[in-house]
Nanobody
Framework: QAQLVESGGGLVQAGGSLRLSCTAS????????MGWFRQAPGKEREFVAA???????HYADSVKGRFTVSRDIAKNTVYLQMNSLKPEDTAVYFC?????????????????WGQGTQVTVSP
């Protein structure tokens, strides 16, 4: 059974940085899309970023230029480097894995999910 475990969340001041990690175990996801989503209190889950195995990366407009998604295939790990954080980035961040060819933007296309890690950005 595949499992995803996120880490790296925490409390940071506006303008600061955090790096989230998500390590998969139980199987490899070399050809899969690995994505990040987030959910703030009272809001719906939203797409943040995705790394396709074809070396394409995708970002939500709200994080473009500030966040960078990357993958270490050997470690079966995907990262989300978050710079210039804003209070509106506060949310629980989830990593997820989707089979190749599925739309990376839609959460329902992802088959495996982590438990989430809290990111809190203070003003």
């Amino acid at each position: 059974q595949a499992q995803l475990v996120e880490s790296g969340g925490g409390l940071v001041q506006a303008g600061g940085s955090l790096r989230l990690s998500c390590t998969a175990s139980g199987r490899t996801f070399r050809s899969y899309t690995m994505g990040w989503f987030r959910q703030a209190p009272g809001k719906e889950r939203e797409f943040v970023a995705a790394d396709e195995s074809s070396s394409s990366t995708h970002y939500a407009d709200s994080v473009k230029g500030r966040f960078t998604v990357s993958r270490d295939i050997a470690k079966n790990t995907v990262y989300l480097q978050m710079n210039s954080l804003k209070p509106e980035d506060t949310a629980v961040y989830f990593c997820a894995v989707a089979r190749p060819g599925r739309s990376w933007r839609r959460g329902e296309n992802y088959d495996y999910w982590g438990q989430g890690t809290q990111v809190t950005v203070s003003p």
